[in-house]
């Protein structure tokens, strides 16, 4: 099995900081909010969407897709009691040349092997799209 490893401190009233490795992500901590910091829903998100980028990384190889880049966007609703999110909405746009068949394997794969997506989805509604770059 694979572990990970994230340490946590908070800086001051306005902001934090997580390392693993040699890298180091500021977090938005501040009550009031901070526009230069991912808030604690905002890294759900990204955590979501490396998550997807990096399974078209692995993927695409495995199944010969050819693509030259990756854009993901992603819409999270956050109910207030219990605070907690309801839903997140995702759509993965691709550039590429591969045929409508080939880009809704690519989809598929993604869902079927995403660690983080696939541990989201069994927490909340994660639902999306994936397109051609037009």
């Known amino acids: 099995m694979l572990e990970y490893r994230v340490e946590a401190r908070r800086?001051?009233?306005?902001?934090?900081?997580?390392?693993?490795?040699?890298?180091?992500?500021?977090?938005?901590?501040?009550?009031k909010g901070r526009p230069d910091a991912f808030n604690p829903a905002e890294l759900l998100l990204a955590a979501v969407a490396a998550c997807m980028i990096k399974g078209v990384e692995r993927v695409a190889p495995m199944i010969h897709f050819a693509f030259s880049g990756v854009d993901i966007r992603l819409h999270a609703v956050r109910q207030d009691a219990p605070p907690k999110i309801v839903s997140i909405d995702y759509e993965i746009v691709v550039e590429t040349d591969e045929d409508d068949r080939r880009l809704e394997l690519l989809h598929t794969n993604i869902r079927k092997y995403g660690t983080i997506s696939n541990t989201v989805a069994a927490a909340t509604k994660l639902e999306g799209t994936i397109r051609r770059k037009a």
Do not use: C, Y
């Open 11 to 31: 800086v001051d009233a306005h902001g934090s900081a997580a390392t693993t490795k040699n890298a180091q992500i500021v977090m938005d901590t501040d009550v």
